[in-house]
């Protein structure tokens, strides 16, 4: 395998030092870029995309031509590929979202589910990995990823996306039961994807807790971070002479960073609704922390994007173990310079933090 050219991004998430605070970005490869929309249209849609390595290493790797100042590139692909692989009929509906054609509704129906094998059911995803680690030559680090047992396990219960989860929160309640079986065999499948991802290739990986933000304090733990931590425990940890760090993200999920920094992750993801320097104060040296600026800003000038770059540089301080990021993904309508602005500016403002 080729050496890495640039490793701030790996360095930065074990909390070494760095020259400037590594960037990247959630939805980098997405609907924002042009050239984006032409593979995508070239594609036919979002799940040929998906599922054709080549075409997901070409979005993968444009936003790096674009923006040399990237720091890392995530693999191009979606959270509810396992829920997929299980049988459930992934499609998706314009306007809508995702949707599966099968859903999950009592424990029958969650005992019929195999646990998912990352080369048999998902080698589209493994190709895409080692395609686009080969076509990266070493320049930034491939992040690999998967949704979290909970959110994927809302999408399965709900049928697609939700705003109350109303039917995955009655079977967390009215069925525990069925709801920790669902929950385990996802863990599992997730634990083999994520160690499957590494041995073809990624560097780091992330897992998305989308929705564990909608849950109670107690079910949080429970339902979502138990899982996670289950996950943590079971994922290779070294891997082609390097360390291989995990990045733990749970929208919504500020309130809960102490225990999620007890979960064996190397990193824990912030959206915006939580002050970067009063994460890092609550979790000490435990963890690094990425993130977190409102992918809204993007809408506005440069300047404005520029100072509030600044305001979270200087809110986390000095010293190593930030990794800078949107607190959530970029949105399409931004306008593709001022992503290009963004990336400057962290790169330009921070370095005076690292001496």
Known sequence: MTALKNDRFLRALLKQPVDVTPIWMMRQAGRYLPEYRATRAKAGDFVSLMKNPELACEVTIQPLDRYPQLDAAILFSDILTIPDAMGQGLYFETGEGPRFKKVVSNLADIEALPVTDAEKDLGYVMDAVRTIRRELGGRVPLIGFSGSPWTLATYMVEGGSSKDFRKTKAML???PQAMHALLDKLAQSVTAYLNGQI??????????????????????????????KKIVAGLIREHEGRQVPVILFTKGGGLWLESMADSGAEALGLDWTCDIGSARA????????????????????????????ARILAAYGAGSGHVFNLGHGITP?????????????VHELSAQYHH
């Open 199 to 228: 041995l073809a290739g990624a560097q780091a990986v992330q897992i998305f807790d989308s929705w564990g933000g909608a849950l109670s304090a107690a079910a949080y733990q429970e339902f979502s971070l138990a899982y996670m």
């Open 173 to 175: 309640y009215d069925n």
């Open 333 to 345: 309508e931004v306008d593709p310079a001022h992503a290009g602005a963004f990336f400057e500016a």
């Open 282 to 309: 609550r979790v000490g040296a435990k963890v690094a922390l990425q993130g977190n600026m409102d992918p809204a800003v993007l809408y506005a000038k440069p300047e404005a994007i520029r100072a509030e770059v």
